[in-house]
């Protein structure tokens, strides 16, 4: 009868105990809905033709730098998470405004995690806009290069962009 008992007993810690760790494990792992990856941010290094610096401070006019994150989708990807491009968005963009003759600095850049997922073996990308910050006209001033790549390429470093006005092509 003993024996009976002792059985029991580790049928029970078995059944009943032994899960609770890993269900408090379970609790306390980060929501998936809010999880990110983090990357090192990158510097563009703006070039203006001579032409376009004087305009752009002659106006006090600004330049504004966005970057995109997207990624290419694994095979099998549902198409709702695909858009119209055939791209997978992997975070928000960014953007900053600086002034004629300055870099423009992006710190650490968060991605979601979940849509990272679904991108292919060449990882997320990164599409780098340049235009005038429109105060002095409502139509953008300038012509510049883009940069369209590997996110991973960038990380840590400098990606030199350079830029005339419209009116130089």
Request: glycine share 8%; with cysteine; charged share 20%.
């Amino acid at each position: 009868m003993r024996s009976r008992q002792v059985l029991v007993c580790a049928l029970w810690v078995l059944t009943w105990a032994l899960p609770f760790p890993l269900v408090l494990a379970r609790q306390q792992a980060p929501n998936p809905l809010s999880a990110t990856q983090s990357f090192g941010g990158f510097v563009v290094n703006l070039s203006l033709s001579p032409n376009a610096k004087s305009a752009m401070v002659e106006r006090n006019e600004t330049i504004i730098v966005a970057g995109h994150f997207y990624g290419f989708p694994k095979k099998g990807t549902p198409r709702k998470y695909v858009d119209h491009e055939g791209e997978v968005w992997v975070g928000k963009s960014v953007q900053t405004e600086v002034k004629p003759g300055a870099d423009a600095t992006f710190g650490e850049i968060k991605l979601d995690s979940r849509a990272l997922e679904r991108v292919d073996e060449n990882g997320p990308q990164l599409l780098i806009n340049v235009f005038s910050g429109r105060r002095s006209s409502k139509d953008n001033l300038l012509s510049c290069g883009i940069y369209e790549g590997l996110l991973a390429k960038v990380e840590g470093g400098n990606i030199p962009i350079s830029c005339k006005l419209i009116t130089e092509e």
